[in-house]
């Protein structure tokens, strides 16, 4: 025979979708929230990003082409996306040194250390902007107040996040309603009148990009709406139990980044569940991790740690949550 027949196991599914339009998507997406940070923090925004963008690019191409000596991939955009993802975890006024730093670990180590795309079990994004919280706290929470165009380089005014002025409060034995009235409004955050990283101040922003994604079928439903649910669940009850000692859950979802978390870094093709049922679980855990770390842990914030640990459990979720195989028989009784 001059040609051979291959044959595969099912299921027997093609689709047009290549990694670069889907990588292409999720930038698309990411947009909005960008031309608000801009708005909202000034030009600096754009130079922030174009620093961790082109950094993370020249870095997986370094690491490909004289550690691995292997194909090159960063025509398959994942790296541009890497490097946008890790920006928009960023303060402003950032040493623009440390957002390289960043984006070497990002590529380097939550990345091609394992092999490239498709093979990391962590977020890279996450593992870079963790590794700068860790390493460098004091220039990872020194947060610009939006002032627009107005913003400057060097003396732009800072203050803590809600989230910090919240935390903070309760460590000084405050009520939550004395504590909100240093608190922006619900609207303010919604639109992103807040402090906070480059892509987490506006909640609308990111919910455009949430339907943009669901319409072109980049993303599912299942692990957002799990994540903000449980969120909204947990924080309710808590508030309901002790109003003077917890906020509202309509506060813990507009505020740090948990919209950008849920939306953009949680349903990562490579690092999230397979199935409907699996994803669930991964966002129920993500949900409730990042409300233990908020209320009762050291940081403020709880979203990124929530993912990476939840990361970790992906493969067990994966061997829980596959589907039945076709034809497998079924035990009576």
């Not at 829980?320 to 034809?327: D, E, H, L």
Request: positive net charge; glycine residues 10%.
């Amino acid at each position: 025979m001059s040609k051979l027949i291959t044959i595969s196991l099912s299921p027997h599914l093609h689709s047009q979708d290549s990694t670069k339009k889907l990588m292409r998507g999720v930038i698309i997406a990411l947009l909005p929230a960008f031309a608000i940070s801009v708005w909202m923090f000034g030009w600096r925004t754009l130079i922030v990003t174009a620093v961790a963008i082109l950094s993370s690019l020249l870095f997986e191409f370094l690491i490909q082409k004289y550690l691995l000596k292997k194909k090159l991939s960063i025509n398959d955009h994942s790296a541009i996306l890497t490097g946008m993802l890790l920006a928009f975890c960023l303060p402003v006024n950032i040493p623009l040194g440390l957002v390289v730093l960043g984006s070497l670990v990002a590529i380097g180590v939550g990345k091609m250390t394992f092999g490239g795309i498709g093979n990391n079990p962590f977020n890279p994004a996450l593992i870079g902007r963790v590794f700068l919280f860790v390493s460098f706290p004091v220039k990872m929470t020194s947060w610009p107040i939006p002032m627009g165009f107005k913003t400057a380089l060097t003396d732009a005014s800072t203050g803590a996040t809600p989230l910090g002025i919240i935390t903070e409060g309760l460590r000084n034995e405050e009520t939550i309603d004395s504590i909100m009235k240093n608190i922006p409004s619900s609207m303010d955050m919604f639109y992103g009148k807040m402090g906070g990283s480059l892509g987490e101040v506006a909640a609308i922003a990111l919910i455009l990009g949430f339907l943009y994604l669901l319409i072109k079928k980049i993303i599912s439903w299942h692990i957002p709406v799990s994540i903000i649910g449980t969120v909204a669940l947990f924080t309710g009850i808590l508030w309901l139990v002790n109003p003077e000692q917890n906020a509202d859950p309509v506060f813990h979802i507009l505020t740090g980044g948990l919209l950008l978390g849920a939306i953009f870094m949680a349903t990562d093709y490579v690092t999230s569940p397979m199935t409907p049922k699996g994803m669930i679980i991964f966002g129920i855990g993500i949900g409730l991790l990042t409300v233990i770390i908020r209320r009762y842990g050291a940081y403020p914030e709880g979203v990124q740690f929530a993912i990476l640990i939840m990361n970790a459990f992906v493969p067990l979720i994966n061997s829980y949550a596959k589907p039945k195989r076709f034809g497998e028989e079924v035990k009576n009784g």
